[in-house]
């Protein structure tokens, strides 16, 4: 673009495949913390340029009933308040299924420039079955950012971290 924003131009910081599992397991760990406290089992976590976490966010829609309450919007909600857009742009966000439709909206209007996910949607479909509560949307969020104005960075399914995201699943949905 000819006009782009300071924060665009700005390069983020390279993580190694093992600094994204290593990340990708503690997303995981926030997600059967989810479960413990009643609700969904799904965890984000926001990770800076100097591969430091800077918040981690459960899933608060059972507890809160709000239809927004994903992690990935609860986490963009909240780092939207606390940081700019130039760090942001900076930040990776890792989490345990890879981002709704409606997530991938949170992320890309917070400015988070990367987005990690051990799990794909269809994963998650796997899981859910037919759950009035989880009503699956099978749009990959590549395709969603890939309409925008913005680079993106996408990193994800992680097929060795598949079977322990979705573990935390077993038997919640039935």
Known sequence: MADEPSW????????THE?????????????????????????????????????????????????????ETQLC???????DHDYLWQCS???TGEPCAMCTGAIYWANIGRVV??????DILAQT???EQNPTLDTPCRQIFATSQKDVE???????????AAAVHEGYWN
Do not use: W
């Open 129 to 131: 079955g037919a759950s």
């Open 93 to 95: 966000l890792y989490t």
């Open 154 to 164: 996408v990193v994800g399914p992680f097929p060795e971290l598949v079977a322990e």
């Open 8 to 15: 665009a131009a700005a390069r983020r910081a390279s993580f």
């Open 117 to 122: 996910y051990a799990m794909t949607e269809r």
């Open 77 to 83: 909600e909240a780092a939207s308040q606390r940081f």
């Open 19 to 71: 600094e994204d599992v290593a990340f990708l397991r503690r997303a995981i760990e926030v997600s059967r913390r989810s479960r413990e406290h009643g609700n969904t089992p799904f965890g984000a976590i926001l990770v800076n340029e100097d591969k430091q976490v800077v918040l981690e966010q459960e899933n608060v829609e059972a507890e809160t009933h709000k239809c927004t309450g994903h992690a």
